[in-house]
T-cell receptor, first 114, second 114 residues
Protein backbone atom coordinates (compact mmCIF):
# COMPACT_ATOMS: atom_id res chain seq x y z
CA UNK A 1 0.00 0.00 0.00
CA UNK A 2 0.99 3.65 -0.40
CA UNK A 3 3.35 5.32 2.06
CA UNK A 4 1.82 8.37 3.73
CA UNK A 5 4.10 10.87 5.46
CA UNK A 6 2.84 13.58 7.76
CA UNK A 7 4.82 16.53 9.03
CA UNK A 8 5.27 17.62 11.72
CA UNK A 9 4.72 14.55 13.86
CA UNK A 10 4.04 16.73 16.88
CA UNK A 11 4.10 20.36 17.89
CA UNK A 12 3.36 22.63 20.81
CA UNK A 13 1.90 25.97 19.81
CA UNK A 14 0.76 29.17 21.43
CA UNK A 15 -2.91 30.09 21.32
CA UNK A 16 -3.82 32.46 18.54
CA UNK A 17 -1.19 31.13 16.15
CA UNK A 18 -1.66 28.89 13.11
CA UNK A 19 0.04 25.66 12.07
CA UNK A 20 0.14 23.97 8.69
CA UNK A 21 0.29 20.17 8.58
CA UNK A 22 1.61 18.47 5.48
CA UNK A 23 0.60 15.10 4.06
CA UNK A 24 2.73 13.54 1.33
CA UNK A 25 1.84 10.30 -0.47
CA UNK A 26 4.29 8.27 -2.56
CA UNK A 27 1.72 7.61 -5.28
CA UNK A 28 -1.07 9.55 -6.94
CA UNK A 29 -4.41 9.43 -5.17
CA UNK A 30 -7.66 11.06 -6.15
CA UNK A 31 -9.17 11.62 -2.77
CA UNK A 32 -7.59 12.52 0.55
CA UNK A 33 -9.25 13.00 3.91
CA UNK A 34 -8.39 14.94 7.03
CA UNK A 35 -9.53 13.63 10.43
CA UNK A 36 -9.22 14.88 13.96
CA UNK A 37 -9.01 12.81 17.12
CA UNK A 38 -9.58 14.84 20.26
CA UNK A 39 -8.36 13.34 23.55
CA UNK A 40 -10.42 10.29 24.47
CA UNK A 41 -12.65 10.71 21.41
CA UNK A 42 -13.14 8.91 18.14
CA UNK A 43 -11.70 10.04 14.83
CA UNK A 44 -13.92 12.68 13.22
CA UNK A 45 -13.75 13.69 9.58
CA UNK A 46 -12.88 17.36 9.06
CA UNK A 47 -12.99 17.51 5.27
CA UNK A 48 -12.47 15.65 2.02
CA UNK A 49 -9.86 17.04 -0.38
CA UNK A 50 -9.94 16.36 -4.12
CA UNK A 51 -7.24 17.68 -6.40
CA UNK A 52 -8.40 20.64 -8.42
CA UNK A 53 -11.49 21.45 -6.41
CA UNK A 54 -12.41 23.06 -3.11
CA UNK A 55 -12.37 20.81 -0.07
CA UNK A 56 -15.72 19.58 1.22
CA UNK A 57 -16.15 20.25 4.92
CA UNK A 58 -18.20 18.26 7.41
CA UNK A 59 -20.77 19.86 9.66
CA UNK A 60 -19.06 21.78 12.43
CA UNK A 61 -15.87 22.49 10.47
CA UNK A 62 -15.33 25.64 8.40
CA UNK A 63 -12.78 26.68 5.82
CA UNK A 64 -11.70 29.80 7.74
CA UNK A 65 -10.64 27.66 10.69
CA UNK A 66 -9.26 24.66 8.74
CA UNK A 67 -8.14 25.79 5.27
CA UNK A 68 -7.00 22.89 3.10
CA UNK A 69 -4.88 22.88 -0.02
CA UNK A 70 -4.59 20.07 -2.58
CA UNK A 71 -2.17 21.31 -5.23
CA UNK A 72 -1.52 17.90 -6.83
CA UNK A 73 -2.36 14.21 -6.58
CA UNK A 74 0.35 13.39 -4.02
CA UNK A 75 0.16 16.26 -1.53
CA UNK A 76 -2.22 18.11 0.76
CA UNK A 77 -1.99 20.54 3.66
CA UNK A 78 -4.32 21.31 6.54
CA UNK A 79 -3.93 24.56 8.44
CA UNK A 80 -5.30 24.92 11.94
CA UNK A 81 -5.91 28.65 12.31
CA UNK A 82 -6.12 30.91 15.35
CA UNK A 83 -5.56 27.97 17.64
CA UNK A 84 -7.10 27.57 21.08
CA UNK A 85 -6.59 24.80 23.67
CA UNK A 86 -9.70 23.05 22.29
CA UNK A 87 -7.74 22.41 19.09
CA UNK A 88 -5.33 20.14 20.95
CA UNK A 89 -5.81 16.90 19.05
CA UNK A 90 -4.22 14.38 16.75
CA UNK A 91 -4.74 15.36 13.12
CA UNK A 92 -4.57 12.56 10.56
CA UNK A 93 -4.66 12.41 6.82
CA UNK A 94 -5.87 9.38 4.94
CA UNK A 95 -6.15 8.30 1.33
CA UNK A 96 -9.14 6.71 -0.31
CA UNK A 97 -9.01 3.07 -1.30
CA UNK A 98 -10.70 1.47 -4.29
CA UNK A 99 -13.64 -0.90 -4.36
CA UNK A 100 -13.70 -2.73 -1.00
CA UNK A 101 -10.30 -1.27 -0.27
CA UNK A 102 -9.83 0.53 3.05
CA UNK A 103 -8.64 4.02 3.68
CA UNK A 104 -5.02 4.17 4.79
CA UNK A 105 -3.78 6.65 7.34
CA UNK A 106 -0.66 8.62 8.02
CA UNK A 107 0.88 8.52 11.50
CA UNK A 108 -0.80 11.76 12.49
CA UNK A 109 0.28 15.09 13.94
CA UNK A 110 -0.09 15.47 17.69
CA UNK A 111 -0.85 19.09 18.37
CA UNK A 112 -0.88 20.73 21.82
CA UNK A 113 -1.98 24.32 22.34
CA UNK A 114 -0.80 26.22 25.39
CA UNK B 1 -24.97 11.80 17.95
CA UNK B 2 -22.60 8.84 18.15
CA UNK B 3 -23.58 6.64 15.21
CA UNK B 4 -20.91 4.03 15.92
CA UNK B 5 -20.43 2.90 19.49
CA UNK B 6 -17.86 0.78 21.24
CA UNK B 7 -19.20 0.43 24.73
CA UNK B 8 -16.14 -1.20 26.24
CA UNK B 9 -13.31 1.31 26.61
CA UNK B 10 -10.91 -1.43 27.67
CA UNK B 11 -10.51 -5.20 27.63
CA UNK B 12 -7.86 -7.49 29.13
CA UNK B 13 -7.34 -11.02 27.81
CA UNK B 14 -4.87 -13.77 28.61
CA UNK B 15 -2.38 -14.61 25.89
CA UNK B 16 -3.64 -17.53 23.82
CA UNK B 17 -7.30 -16.91 24.61
CA UNK B 18 -9.93 -15.35 22.39
CA UNK B 19 -10.40 -11.57 22.34
CA UNK B 20 -13.87 -10.34 21.39
CA UNK B 21 -14.38 -6.67 20.65
CA UNK B 22 -17.87 -5.35 20.07
CA UNK B 23 -19.33 -2.49 18.07
CA UNK B 24 -22.88 -1.22 17.60
CA UNK B 25 -24.18 1.23 15.02
CA UNK B 26 -27.40 3.15 14.60
CA UNK B 27 -27.37 4.32 10.98
CA UNK B 28 -29.08 1.77 8.73
CA UNK B 29 -27.42 3.39 5.69
CA UNK B 30 -24.03 1.99 6.69
CA UNK B 31 -23.02 -0.65 4.20
CA UNK B 32 -19.37 -1.40 4.87
CA UNK B 33 -17.60 -1.94 8.17
CA UNK B 34 -13.93 -1.93 9.07
CA UNK B 35 -11.70 -2.56 12.04
CA UNK B 36 -8.50 -0.61 12.56
CA UNK B 37 -5.76 -1.14 15.12
CA UNK B 38 -3.80 1.79 16.53
CA UNK B 39 -0.52 1.80 18.40
CA UNK B 40 0.61 4.94 20.27
CA UNK B 41 2.21 7.57 18.03
CA UNK B 42 1.09 5.73 14.89
CA UNK B 43 -1.87 6.10 12.59
CA UNK B 44 -4.68 3.55 12.49
CA UNK B 45 -3.76 0.38 10.59
CA UNK B 46 -6.44 -1.49 8.68
CA UNK B 47 -7.18 -4.98 10.00
CA UNK B 48 -10.25 -6.44 8.39
CA UNK B 49 -13.52 -5.38 6.82
CA UNK B 50 -16.94 -6.75 5.98
CA UNK B 51 -19.60 -5.78 3.50
CA UNK B 52 -23.23 -5.75 4.59
CA UNK B 53 -24.04 -8.61 2.21
CA UNK B 54 -21.93 -10.93 4.35
CA UNK B 55 -22.21 -12.02 7.96
CA UNK B 56 -18.66 -13.21 8.44
CA UNK B 57 -15.21 -12.48 7.11
CA UNK B 58 -12.06 -14.24 8.20
CA UNK B 59 -8.39 -13.36 7.76
CA UNK B 60 -5.95 -15.49 9.69
CA UNK B 61 -6.44 -14.95 13.41
CA UNK B 62 -9.02 -12.23 12.82
CA UNK B 63 -12.71 -12.79 12.15
CA UNK B 64 -15.39 -10.14 11.91
CA UNK B 65 -19.04 -11.01 12.39
CA UNK B 66 -21.90 -8.79 11.29
CA UNK B 67 -25.49 -8.99 12.57
CA UNK B 68 -27.39 -6.48 10.46
CA UNK B 69 -30.72 -6.95 12.20
CA UNK B 70 -29.10 -6.12 15.53
CA UNK B 71 -26.81 -3.46 13.99
CA UNK B 72 -23.92 -5.14 15.72
CA UNK B 73 -20.51 -6.34 14.70
CA UNK B 74 -17.71 -8.02 16.56
CA UNK B 75 -14.05 -8.73 16.01
CA UNK B 76 -12.64 -12.02 17.23
CA UNK B 77 -8.91 -12.52 17.64
CA UNK B 78 -7.79 -16.12 18.16
CA UNK B 79 -5.34 -16.82 19.65
CA UNK B 80 -4.53 -13.48 21.22
CA UNK B 81 -0.87 -12.47 21.21
CA UNK B 82 1.02 -9.76 23.15
CA UNK B 83 1.51 -7.80 19.92
CA UNK B 84 -2.26 -7.46 19.67
CA UNK B 85 -2.21 -5.00 22.58
CA UNK B 86 -3.45 -1.76 21.02
CA UNK B 87 -6.54 0.41 20.64
CA UNK B 88 -9.08 -1.04 18.22
CA UNK B 89 -11.47 1.18 16.31
CA UNK B 90 -14.62 0.09 14.57
CA UNK B 91 -15.57 2.20 11.54
CA UNK B 92 -18.49 2.30 9.14
CA UNK B 93 -19.23 3.85 5.77
CA UNK B 94 -22.19 4.10 3.43
CA UNK B 95 -20.48 2.29 0.61
CA UNK B 96 -17.59 -0.06 -0.01
CA UNK B 97 -16.00 2.05 -2.75
CA UNK B 98 -13.28 3.34 -0.45
CA UNK B 99 -13.98 6.99 -1.17
CA UNK B 100 -16.73 7.41 1.39
CA UNK B 101 -16.16 9.05 4.75
CA UNK B 102 -15.60 6.76 7.69
CA UNK B 103 -17.51 7.12 10.94
CA UNK B 104 -15.51 5.79 13.85
CA UNK B 105 -16.31 4.44 17.28
CA UNK B 106 -14.41 5.68 20.33
CA UNK B 107 -12.15 2.66 20.46
CA UNK B 108 -11.43 -0.25 22.80
CA UNK B 109 -8.02 -0.60 24.40
CA UNK B 110 -7.06 -4.27 24.29
CA UNK B 111 -4.37 -5.53 26.65
CA UNK B 112 -3.04 -9.04 26.20
CA UNK B 113 -1.65 -10.44 29.43
CA UNK B 114 1.36 -12.76 28.93
Amino acid sequence: SAVISQKPSRDICQRGTSLTIQCQVDSQVTMMFWYRQQPGQSLTLIATANQGSEATYESGFVIDKFPISRPNLTFSTLTVSNMSPEDSSIYLCSIAGGYEQPQHFGDGTRLSIL
Amino acid sequence: DQQVKQNSPSLSVQEGRISILNCDYTNSMFDYFLWYKKYPAEGPTFLISISSIKDKNEDGRFTVFLNKSAKHLSLHIVPSQPGDSAVYFCAASRSNFGNEKLTFGTGTRLTIIP
